[in-house]
């Protein structure tokens, strides 16, 4: 599995991004598949995470309502809407091992590298 993260940006706040996770080795299609971001200064946390057949999500509580994950055969989204200056950071994804997987960073052996996401106020 080798992941590369895109989509990020500068948005103002209430703006939209969408972030997009592919595996070039086109081999996550079995595994559950996470969205982490990390902001100056601050410890990794979890965003959201998909099973492998995208049948469950799990959010964040501060994030529920306003990003949504999904994916297809090949791509892990992010559409992330009503954006806050505290989303400001960078996005990865992760893949873990198993079809489906929860919360843990410990839980994602394999990672992209991240995208900048940057809400002004």
């Known amino acids: 599995v080798q992941l590369q993260a895109s989509g990020g940006g500068l948005v103002q706040a209430g703006g939209s991004l969408r972030l997009s996770c592919t595996d070039s080795r086109r081999t996550f299609s079995n595994n559950a598949v996470g969205w982490f971001r990390q902001a100056p200064g601050k410890e990794r946390e979890f965003v959201a995470s998909i099973s492998w057949n995208g049948g469950s999500t799990v959010y964040e509580d501060n994030v529920q309502g306003r990003f949504t994950i999904s994916r297809d055969r090949s791509t892990v989204y992010l559409q992330m809407n009503m954006l806050k200056p505290e989303d400001t950071a960078v996005y990865y994804c992760?893949?873990?091992?198993?079809?489906?997987?929860?919360?843990?960073?410990?839980?994602?052996?394999?990672w992209g590298q991240g995208t900048l996401v940057t809400v002004s106020s």
């Open positions: 992760a893949a873990s091992r198993s079809s489906y997987s929860g919360r843990g960073v410990t839980n994602y052996p394999y």
